[in-house]
């Protein structure tokens, strides 16, 4: 019997206020149809469009009525007009999910989702599909990235991919955390602004606004063209088209690579609009991608017609066009990130030459035999970049752009090489984070990763935090100059500035007792190692001499780890933060060793002196074996960034609790409409589910979030209970709450591989430091996903 397909991939597409699928036609439904049209014979890619919040159709008879007055049935595929009182109830319950209310028929469309990807579920037999592409312009883009968010809420499982073109919230909304928070299961964001829209109310969702809970894995793109709101939406005039054939081509680019267009060949049809309103469609075979070559030509066109892009009454200039350096460095060279990119890959030795200084990746140090072999390679350098300046300047479409760099650099394009200047720049070889997750491995990209995390702190201070103070907003300006001064300096030297830097906003704060928001992150992203080293020695050394429980093997490597502790706050090699790191690995690592009994002797005398201290002392001050592990649990989670292993599990449980409230609280609309309801569980399910999220929280509350023994025992608890209810009631009906616990116990599992749980012999501690330097990927297997150090 053939296995029936499932639905793997899902497309929705959100159009912008006001427009409909009848009267207004775009990027956006042109890529929905050829999304439908490419897949035509594939059932494992399904698509939907929604009409924009307040549209109308052109007839009262529509079968598409305005967002807001209907109910979308998924068995019959129509739209059912409902009563204020309905749609009231559906507003409430969104609301209640995600904690806003955006209006305008917002949660309705983002409910039609809900309900559309719950039918595809059932539809899949209860197989969840693995990825949701969300593409959106203006409100509609703002619709996808809080559709994101619910995605998350309620299917924090499946994978996301977000195409935002210019997110307009509206006045009002974008405050609304799901409007600027990029949750953890967006796998891509791309974001696209406009930088000329002049009209109040208007303003977007930006780079400093926006908000990561996954920055090490979320691949970002952010990038600026130049225009009003929705110059690229269709192509209008000739000196305005650059935009509209770049944004299309990212839009190709964005379906293919995540699964919704044939990555070989595909067709895709853009809009042109003339000056007499009529519309006309003009077919790109997107197999024929632009090129590298046919981008940069296109982006330097569009510098050229910077003034008809900008042409406009400026009532309300956005803040990315008066801060454009924020999105590119030289913006008055460079349109944004990818222009820069594109002009190095294409043009390297010229962009060596005036931003990087001439730097020799193969002689770095500059060493040479002699000051006529150093002036022989720097003149043959000055030929290759004369040869890539006069090729640009014979390109009608880069012309433009070499006067740009000749009058900004000060040469003579009709006279090379020999009215070139020095070479200019900051010798090094530039990096780019363009398309990359925005915090990478250390030390490699630790530069980069220090820039990241002070501009977050700055904007999400700026933006997102109630509280304020005259200190604070002085450091937010610190750490934002500190940011733009880095970038301007070789890198090593921008590493020792910007940790110079944190030392000192530190000390401010700290003489000045501003312990707010600002202090909390600083102290997460460069933590006091040798403080910490203190007080990891000092808990060490009182058990070495007070704790008459532990045996010789236990000792000898307590004392080991004390020397460790020293050995990596000596280490000139590691910054602080790494530094802590190292020795919170110790500590786990020491954990696993010595806070369990050798044998039962040792384990009936630790117990007894529990028993007979209890009388005389506070358990604070009895030191045996469970003290230690508390003690050793503490530290362990006393430096790090990161939601441990309980908190994670406790997320996964409350996800479950809401998905299944929110679905109870619209079961008579569904039953009404008799469309099937998702299975949810109100009773002993969520009474179990309960109970753990209760003893996970108790742990945590103990000191006790990287226990594996203990999580293992609270999951163990909650896994009987549902064995216990299948047994009594004879049905099998396992969900996501049966998944949650499996993901926990497979976790802990893991886990245990890594630190072993049988104490090691006293001989046998080389082992134990050779088992600690090969401790890499402990974090990533004790954590399922990073939180954004800012986000909690």
Same mark, same amino acid.
């Given at each position: 019997m053939k296995k029936k397909e499932t639905i793997q991939i899902v497309n929705l597409s959100f159009l912008g206020t006001g427009e409909h699928r009848e009267s207004d036609f775009h990027i956006i439904n042109s890529f929905h149809n050829t999304i439908l049209q490419a897949n035509r014979n594939n059932s494992s890619i399904a698509a939907r469009l929604f009409d924009g919040p307040g549209s109308a159709p052109k007839s009262p008879t529509s079968k598409h009525p305005t967002p807001g007055t209907y109910f979308y049935n998924p068995v019959t595929h129509t739209k059912v007009p409902i009563n204020a009182f309905i749609s009231k109830k559906i507003s409430n319950a969104m609301q209640q999910l995600t904690g806003v209310l955006a209006g305008e028929g917002v949660e309705d469309l983002l409910f039609e989702a809900a309900v559309y990807l719950n039918n595809i579920i059932e539809k899949n037999e209860g197989i969840l599909p693995q990825t949701i592409n969300l593409q959106g312009f203006s409100r509609g883009a703002d619709a996808c990235l809080r559709m994101a968010n619910v995605i998350y809420l309620l299917y924090p499982e499946i994978k996301v991919n977000l195409f935002l073109i210019d997110q307009v919230p509206g006045p009002g909304r974008r405050d609304h955390a799901p409007s600027y928070t990029i949750p953890p299961n967006v796998e891509n964001f791309e974001s696209t602004l406009m930088l000329h829209e002049y009209r109040p109310g208007f303003d977007p969702q930006h780079a400093g606004r926006y908000v990561f809970s996954a920055p090490e894995k979320t691949k970002s793109k952010?990038?600026?063209?130049?225009?009003?709101?929705?110059? &690229?939406?269709?192509?209008?005039?000739?000196?305005?088209?650059? +935009?509209?054939?770049?944004?299309?081509?990212?839009?190709? #680019?964005?379906?293919?690579?995540?699964?919704?267009?044939?990555?070989?060949?595909?067709?895709?049809?853009?809009?042109?609009?003339? +000056?007499? &309103?009529?519309?006309?469609n003009e077919l790109i075979e997107s197999h024929l991608?632009?090129?590298?070559?046919? #981008?940069?030509?296109?982006?330097?066109?569009?510098?050229?017609?910077?003034?008809?892009?900008?042409?406009?009454?400026?009532?309300?200039?956005?803040?990315?066009?008066?801060?454009?350096?924020?999105?590119?460095?030289?913006?008055?060279?460079?349109?944004?990130?990818?222009?820069?990119?594109?002009?190095?890959?294409?043009?390297?030795?010229?962009?060596?030459?005036?931003?990087?200084?001439?730097?020799?990746?193969?002689?770095?140090?500059?060493?040479?035999?002699?000051?006529?072999?150093?002036?022989?390679?720097?003149?043959?350098?000055?030929?290759?970049?004369?040869?890539?300046?006069?090729?640009?300047?014979?390109?009608?479409?880069?012309?433009?752009?070499?006067?740009?760099?000749?009058?900004?650099?000060?040469?003579?394009?009709?006279?090379?090489?020999? +009215?070139?200047?020095?070479?200019?720049?900051?010798? $090094?070889?530039?990096?780019?984070?363009?398309?990359?997750?925005?915090?990478?491995?250390?030390?490699?990209? $630790?530069?980069?990763?220090?820039?990241?995390?002070?501009?977050?702190?700055?904007?999400?201070?700026?933006?997102?935090?109630?509280?304020?103070?005259?200190?604070?907003?002085?450091?937010?300006?610190?750490?934002?100059?500190?940011?733009?001064?880095? #970038?301007?300096?070789?890198?090593?030297?921008?590493?020792?500035?910007?940790?110079?830097?944190?030392?000192?906003?530190?000390? +401010?704060?700290?003489?000045?007792?501003?312990?707010?928001?600002?202090?909390?992150?600083?102290?997460?992203?460069?933590?006091?190692?040798?403080?910490? &080293?203190?007080?990891?020695?000092?808990?060490?050394?009182?058990?070495?001499?007070?704790?008459?429980?532990?045996?010789?093997?236990?000792?000898?490597?307590?004392n080991f780890a004390i020397k460790e502790v020293d050995a990596i706050l000596a280490s000139k090699e590691i910054n602080s933060m790494q530094q802590c790191q190292e020795i919170r690995k110790l500590v786990l690592l020491l954990k696993s060793e010595v806070v369990r009994s050798e044998n039962e002797h040792q384990l009936q005398r630790s117990l007894l002196k529990k028993a007979f201290l209890s009388f005389t002392q506070t358990p604070s001050q009895i030191l045996n074996l469970d003290s230690l592990e508390k003690n050793l649990n503490q530290l362990a989670n006393a430096h790090h960034d990161k939601t441990n292993t309980i908190e994670k599990i406790i997320e996964r449980v409350d996800q479950y609790y809401q998905r299944n409230t929110f679905w109870h609280s619209l079961t008579h609309i569904l039953n009404l409409f008799k469309i099937p309801s998702p299975k949810i569980n109100l009773g002993i399910k969520n009474e179990i589910a309960d109970f753990l999220r209760n003893e996970l929280l108790l742990l945590n509350d103990e000191g006790k979030e990287n226990d594996v023994d203990a999580i293992s025992e609270a999951l163990g608890k909650a896994r009987k209970k549902l064995t216990d209810h299948y047994l009594q009631t004879s049905q099998l009906k396992m969900d996501s709450l049966d998944q949650i616990i499996n993901e926990g116990l497979g976790l802990v599992s893991a886990m245990r591989t890594i630190v072993p749980p049988n104490p090691i012999s006293s001989s046998a501690f080389i082992d134990f430091k050779k088992r600690l330097q090969s401790l890499t990927e402990l974090e990533h297997l004790e954590y399922l996903e990073h939180n954004n150090y800012f986000n909690k």
């Open positions: 952010i990038k600026i063209y130049y225009g009003e709101h929705g110059v &690229g939406n269709r192509l209008e005039h000739p000196e305005k088209n650059h +935009t509209a054939l770049l944004l299309h081509d990212d839009l190709n #680019r964005f379906c293919r690579e995540t699964g919704t267009l044939p990555k070989m060949y595909s067709k895709f049809y853009i809009v042109h609009r003339s +000056t007499k &309103g009529r519309k006309q991608e632009l090129s590298d070559s046919e #981008r940069f030509k296109l982006l330097c066109c569009m510098k050229k017609n910077e003034g008809s892009y900008s042409k406009g009454v400026s009532i309300n200039k956005r803040k990315i066009l008066l801060n454009r350096e924020d999105y590119v460095q030289d913006s008055t060279l460079f349109i944004n990130q990818e222009h820069r990119e594109l002009f190095k890959k294409l043009y390297p030795a010229t962009f060596n030459w005036f931003f990087e200084k001439n730097y020799d990746n193969r002689n770095p140090q500059k060493k040479f035999i002699n000051l006529l072999s150093q002036q022989k390679q720097l003149d043959a350098n000055k030929v290759l970049v004369a040869k890539e300046l006069e090729n640009m300047n014979h390109s009608r479409e880069e012309a433009h752009f070499c006067s740009l760099l000749a009058k900004q650099f000060q040469f003579n394009k009709n006279k090379l090489p020999q +009215t070139l200047s020095i070479p200019r720049g900051i010798e $090094r070889d530039e990096q780019f984070n363009f398309g990359q997750p925005l915090l990478r491995k250390e030390p490699e990209y $630790r530069l980069s990763n220090l820039q990241y995390r002070l501009t977050s702190i700055a904007n999400y201070y700026h933006y997102h935090c109630d509280k304020k103070s005259e200190i604070n907003d002085q450091i937010k300006n610190i750490l934002l100059e500190s940011v733009q001064i880095s #970038r301007n300096i070789p890198d090593e030297q921008a590493i020792k500035y910007l940790e110079k830097r944190i030392d000192s906003v530190k000390k +401010t704060l700290e003489k000045k007792n501003e312990k707010g928001f600002i202090w909390n992150q600083i102290n997460l992203i460069a933590p006091d190692a040798t403080k910490y &080293g203190i007080e990891v020695k000092r808990v060490l050394l009182e058990h070495l001499q007070h704790n008459e429980i532990l045996v010789k093997s236990q000792r000898v490597l307590i």
